[in-house]
Structure formats: C-alpha cells, structure tokens
Nanobody
Framework: LQLQAYGGGLVQPGGSLRLSCAAS????????MSWFRQAPGKGPEWVSS????????IYTDPVKGRFTISRDNAKNTLYLQMNSLKSEDTAVYYC????????RGQGTLVTVSS
C-alpha cells in the first residue's frame, strides 16, 4: 500500500489548487478514500471522503462549498479541488485509504498566504 499526494504549493488567499493522490499496491475502486490535513503544530483533521464509485462524498464544515473530492478509478488516483482558499487552509494534506490515518503516505504542503 502506497499513497503519494502532490500538487501543493504557495497560493494567495482566494486562489485555487488541485491536489492529486496516486495510489499503488491496491485498487482504490474497492475503497472509500479520504483526505486529511495537518496544520503546523496541530493534530490531523479529516477533510473529505469519497465512496468507492465516487457517487457519495462528504466534507468537514469548514471546506463545504469550496473543496471538491473526486476520483479516477481507472488511473487509481484521488483528487481534491480547492477553491477560495483561506489562510486557515494552510496545512500538509494527505490522502488515506478509508479514513485510516495510519495508511497515509507522503503528504503535500499547501500554504495560503499573501
């Protein structure tokens, strides 16, 4: 099981980023997949989950209406489109299998700052 998130970077408040998470060693088509984030000095926070076929998605309240989780099961890749970014979205973002924090791999840093 390997998960590698990428696509982070520095963005101004109000900007957008699209994160990707490449999975290997298993087929994401059989699993709910999730995004978590961890801000500097804080614990992990669940952000969003997508069921196996992508037909059902849920979000934590602070990102509702701004973030969209999606997946391409053929490419074994999970995505997180982040719009209207705020400074409080600054964190390292990780993808996980189901909502298992222990399954996370390499995260990607998102910094929202002017």
């Amino acid at each position: 099981l390997q998960l590698q998130a990428y696509g982070g970077g520095l963005v101004q408040p109000g900007g957008s980023l699209r994160l990707s998470c490449a999975a290997s060693g298993f087929n994401i088509s059989s699993y709910t997949m999730s995004w978590f984030r961890q801000a500097p000095g804080k614990g992990p926070e669940w952000v969003s989950s997508s069921n196996a076929d992508g037909g059902s998605t849920i979000y934590t309240d602070p990102v509702k209406g701004r973030f969209t989780i999606s997946r391409d099961n053929a490419k074994n890749t999970l995505y997180l489109q982040m719009n209207s970014l705020k400074s409080e979205d600054t964190a390292v973002y990780y993808c996980t299998r189901q909502s298992n924090w222990g399954s996370r791999g390499q995260g990607t840093l998102v910094t929202v700052s002017s």
